[in-house]
């Protein structure tokens, strides 16, 4: 099923909305990204911007490389659901350019600083908030952009979308959780 209907149709003149005046569905999705997003910055607290670039386990990925790719992700999937799939890169066509520049989305690189990506985040953040307090609807979508992962001809509705950011920062402050406490015995969840 391919479906593509301008999201931002009906959105009130000022473009945004107070995300605190969501309701129902929207309050959930809204409290469930702020839970999920809070844990993710919570692994973060006291760091150096050295201890944020530190990796910690056999995998690429450190604190503050983490951060970044949520914020990058969760920035790309909200211009999906107002742009739709022209917002997306075609994953097919990626060179390796392009996954090199990919890669250095989940490191903190020398000059990025802990504060400037937390502060990224949460300008992001606020911009999802305001647009799924305001969407017309969340029923609308687009297809999704050509990539491995996706099954072809597939579209998601903007519910979908933020479902999927919230499992994705989820899913992340899981390994955040893992390389906070590997770093310094400092634990999240308990």
Same mark, same amino acid.
């Given at each position: 099923?391919?479906?593509?209907?301008? #999201?931002?149709?009906? /959105? &009130? &003149?000022?473009?945004?909305?107070?995300?605190?005046?969501?309701?129902?569905?929207?309050?959930?999705? *809204? $409290?469930?990204? &702020?839970?999920?997003?809070?844990?993710?910055?919570?692994?973060?607290?006291?760091?150096?911007?050295?201890?944020?670039?530190?990796?910690?386990?056999?995998?690429? /990925?450190?604190?503050?490389?983490?951060?970044?790719?949520?914020?990058?992700?969760?920035?790309?999937?909200?211009?999906? #659901?107002?742009?739709?799939?022209?917002?997306?890169?075609?994953?097919? $066509?990626? @060179?390796?350019?392009?996954?090199?520049?990919? $890669?250095?989305?989940?490191?903190?690189?020398?000059?990025? @600083?802990?504060?400037?990506? *937390?502060?990224?985040?949460?300008?992001?953040?606020?911009?999802?908030?305001? /647009?799924? $307090?305001?969407?017309?609807?969340?029923?609308?979508?687009?297809? *999704?952009?050509?990539?491995?992962?996706?099954?072809?001809?597939?579209?998601?509705?903007?519910?979908?979308?933020?479902?999927?950011? #919230?499992?994705?920062?989820?899913?992340? &402050?899981?390994?955040?959780?893992? #390389?906070?406490?590997? /770093?310094?015995?400092?634990?999240?969840?308990?």
């Amino acid at each position: 099923m391919t479906m593509s209907t301008p #999201i931002t149709d009906g /959105l &009130a &003149a000022s473009g945004s909305a107070d995300a605190s005046t969501a309701d129902g569905e929207r309050a959930d999705l *809204l $409290a469930a990204l &702020a839970k999920n997003r809070h844990f993710l910055r919570f692994t973060t607290r006291g760091l150096t911007d050295e201890q944020a670039r530190q990796r910690t386990t056999v995998s690429e /990925l450190c604190l503050g490389g983490l951060i970044k790719h949520v914020t990058a992700a969760e920035q790309g999937w909200v211009n999906f #659901i107002v742009e739709g799939t022209s917002a997306m890169k075609d994953f097919t $066509a990626m @060179t390796e350019d392009d996954y090199a520049q990919r $890669a250095d989305q989940f490191r903190l690189l020398p000059g990025e @600083t802990m504060a400037a990506v *937390l502060a990224d985040y949460a300008e992001v953040a606020h911009r999802t908030d305001e /647009l799924v $307090a305001s969407l017309p609807s969340l029923n609308a979508g687009h297809p *999704l952009p050509k990539a491995p992962w996706f099954q072809s001809d597939e579209s998601w509705s903007a519910r979908q979308v933020l479902l999927h950011i #919230i499992a994705e920062t989820a899913q992340h &402050a899981g390994h955040a959780d893992i #390389i906070r406490e590997s /770093l310094d015995g400092a634990k999240s969840m308990s």
